[in-house]
C-alpha cells in the first residue's frame, strides 16, 4: 500500500484550544477519509472528502482536501476532554482497493 | 442495530496453534477487509474482499488466511505460520470497494 505521512504524532493541549493536523501523500488520492480511534476501540468515521479542494464541516471538525490531492487536514475547534483519542487519515487513489493509512495522531486533552 | 461484530474482544492462545477471529456485518455491503494494528503503527491491510467467494491479499497476508463464504462473514485464520501473531485485529466493511469503511471494535489477540 502507498504510505501516508501524517503530524503532528502527537499533540497536548489545553482544553479551548484549536488543533490541527495534517496528512500526505506520495501520490494523487480521489478520496481522503478521517478517523477517530478511542483506546481499545475501533476507528469511527469522521468525515469523508471526495473531491480536491472539498471543505467539510462535522460540528466543531473541519477537513480539507488539499488542491494537489496529495494531502488533507483536519482542524477541531474549541477542544473538549473527549476529543482524546487517535485521528487517523486514510486515503485512497487509482491503484489498489483498500484505504491506506497514516499512523495517526494522539491528542490529549487537558481540563 | 446495524453494524459490524467482531469477537471475541479478547483472545489468548499458545504459540504454534491456529486461531480464528469472527467478523459480521448486517450492513449489506459487498466489501470486507482486516486490518492489523500494532502500537505506534498505522492500520496494515491483511485481506479484502470485493464479492462473495472472492478475496484478495493485502500487505501482510503472510502467514494469515480468510474465507467469503457468505456475504456478511468475512473471518480470518491467523495460523502458526505468522511470527509475531499478537496485536489488535481491525474488521472493516464498506458498501463496495473504493468508498468509506466502517469498523468493528477490534479483537486483541495474545499470544503466548
Known amino acids: 500500500g502507498q504510505q501516508l505521512n501524517q503530524s503532528p504524532q502527537s499533540m497536548f493541549i489545553q482544553e479551548g484550544e484549536d488543533v490541527s493536523m495534517n496528512c500526505t501523500s506520495s501520490?494523487?488520492?480521489?478520496?481522503w477519509l478521517w478517523y477517530k480511534q478511542d483506546p481499545g476501540e475501533g476507528p469511527v468515521l469522521l468525515i469523508a472528502?471526495?473531491?480536491?479542494?472539498e471543505l467539510t464541516s462535522n460540528g466543531r471538525l473541519t477537513a480539507q482536501f488539499g488542491i494537489t490531492r496529495k494531502d488533507s487536514f483536519l482542524n477541531i475547534s474549541a477542544s473538549i476532554p473527549s476529543d482524546v483519542g487517535i485521528y487517523f487519515c486514510?486515503?485512497?487513489?487509482?491503484?489498489?482497493?483498500?484505504?491506506?493509512f497514516g499512523k495517526g495522531t494522539s491528542l490529549l486533552v487537558t481540563p | 442495530d446495524g453494524g459490524i461484530t467482531q469477537s471475541p474482544k479478547y483472545l489468548f492462545r499458545k504459540e504454534g496453534q491456529n486461531v480464528t477471529l469472527s467478523c459480521e456485518q448486517n450492513?449489506?455491503?459487498?466489501?470486507m477487509y482486516w486490518y492489523r494494528q500494532d502500537p505506534g503503527q498505522g492500520l496494515r491491510l491483511i485481506y479484502y474482499?470485493?464479492?462473495?467467494?472472492?478475496?484478495q491479499k493485502g500487505d501482510i497476508a503472510e502467514g494469515y488466511s480468510v474465507s467469503r463464504e457468505k456475504k456478511e462473514s468475512f473471518p480470518l485464520t491467523v495460523t502458526s505460520a505468522q511470527k509475531n501473531p499478537t496485536a489488535f485485529y481491525l474488521c472493516?466493511?464498506?458498501?463496495?470497494?473504493?468508498?468509506?469503511?466502517?469498523f468493528g471494535q477490534g479483537t486483541r489477540l495474545t499470544v503466548v
Open positions: 472493516a466493511s464498506s458498501l463496495r470497494v473504493r468508498t468509506e469503511a466502517f
Open positions: 501520490s494523487i488520492f480521489n478520496t
Open positions: 472528502l471526495y473531491k480536491a479542494g
Open positions: 486514510a486515503g485512497q487513489g487509482n491503484s489498489g482497493y483498500a484505504l491506506n
Open positions: 450492513l449489506n455491503h459487498d466489501a
Open positions: 474482499s470485493q464479492i462473495v467467494n472472492d478475496f
